[in-house]
């Protein structure tokens, strides 16, 4: 018995903490509409044009309402960045018309909008702790 609890204090501060992250997805007349989350904790990660299920994460839901609430348990800390987006035609990536301009409503973590192009992982990103995070996500 006396080794075990030896054990165990020495790996328990080896094991990452986790957190829960609830992410509030904000748009005008979404309520049925599939919405596509990412959650990158990489820059690799981020805005990938890999398919879906090459992030941390990758959820897909349906919206409840105009806000729809989103949780997403037993997270490790660390740095994390989301994408979402409203997948209109079901084909599960984000549409863009001939320039490269989405057709779709999109959003990212911390509301973070860049003036050409998407913005970074760096602009992003947000730490998750081990304790409760929440993100408000406006799509537009």
């Given at each position: 018995?006396?080794?075990?609890?030896?054990?165990?204090?020495?790996?328990?501060?080896?094991?990452?903490?986790?957190?829960?992250?609830?992410?509030?997805?904000?748009?005008?007349?979404?309520?049925?509409?599939?919405?596509?989350?990412?959650?990158?904790?990489?820059?690799?990660?981020?805005?990938?044009?890999?398919?879906?299920?090459?992030?941390?994460?990758?959820?897909?839901?349906?919206?409840?309402?105009?806000?729809?609430?989103?949780?997403?348990?037993?997270?490790?800390?660390?740095?994390?960045?989301?994408?979402?987006?409203?997948?209109?035609?079901?084909?599960?990536?984000?549409?863009?018309?001939?320039?490269?301009?989405?057709?779709?409503?999109?959003?990212?973590?911390?509301?973070?909008?860049?003036?050409?192009?998407?913005?970074?992982?760096?602009?992003?990103?947000?730490?998750?702790?081990?304790?409760?995070?929440?993100?408000?996500?406006?799509?537009k």
């Amino acid at each position: 018995m006396k080794h075990s609890i030896f054990i165990a204090t020495l790996i328990l501060p080896l094991i990452s903490h986790a957190g829960d992250l609830v992410l509030e997805l904000h748009a005008k007349d979404i309520s049925g509409q599939t919405l596509m989350v990412d959650v990158c904790n990489s820059e690799a990660e981020f805005l990938s044009d890999k398919k879906m299920g090459a992030q941390f994460r990758s959820i897909k839901i349906k919206a409840t309402s105009d806000i729809t609430t989103v949780i997403i348990k037993d997270i490790p800390s660390g740095k994390y960045a989301i994408s979402a987006f409203v997948d209109s035609n079901q084909d599960s990536k984000l549409n863009k018309n001939l320039l490269g301009i989405p057709t779709e409503l999109y959003g990212f973590s911390r509301d973070a909008r860049s003036l050409f192009g998407p913005p970074t992982f760096a602009e992003s990103a947000f730490e998750l702790s081990d304790d409760t995070t929440t993100q408000i996500i406006h799509l537009k």
